[in-house]
């Protein structure tokens, strides 16, 4: 059984750069893209960035540059640091693990910016 674990967040001040890191366990496959997604109260959620297996990553405009994700493909593990935080950038940040169709989320972290 696929586990997603996530660890980090909490309570940051506008300007941190706190990490994000998330371990996906119970597969004997590589998983093809990881990643993490955001929701804000009371808007879509969204793709905030992803890393596939080869390495290529993929980020939302508004984090470009500012946040940078990373891979241990050897424990499945992916890490978001996050630097340069603002106000809007506080959501539920949701780590996911695809292996080919089938995606399996993480509990999601709380990450909190005040300004």
């Known amino acids: 059984q696929v586990q997603v674990v996530e660890s980090g967040g909490g309570l940051v001040l506008a300007g941190g750069s706190p990490r994000l890191s998330c371990a996906a366990s119970?597969?004997?496959?590589?998983?093809?893209?990881m990643g993490w997604y955001r929701q804000a109260p009371g808007k879509q959620r969204e793709l905030v960035a992803e890393v596939t297996s080869g390495c290529i990553t993929n980020y939302a405009d508004s984090v470009k540059g500012r946040f940078t994700i990373s891979r241990d493909n050897a424990k499945n593990s992916v890490y978001l640091q996050m630097n340069s935080l603002k106000p809007e950038d506080t959501a539920v940040y949701s780590c996911?693990?695809?292996?080919?169709?089938?995606?399996?989320w993480g509990q999601g972290s709380q990450v909190t910016v005040s300004s």
């Open positions: 996911y693990a695809r292996l080919t169709s089938t995606i399996y």
């Open positions: 119970g597969s004997s496959f590589r998983f093809h893209a």
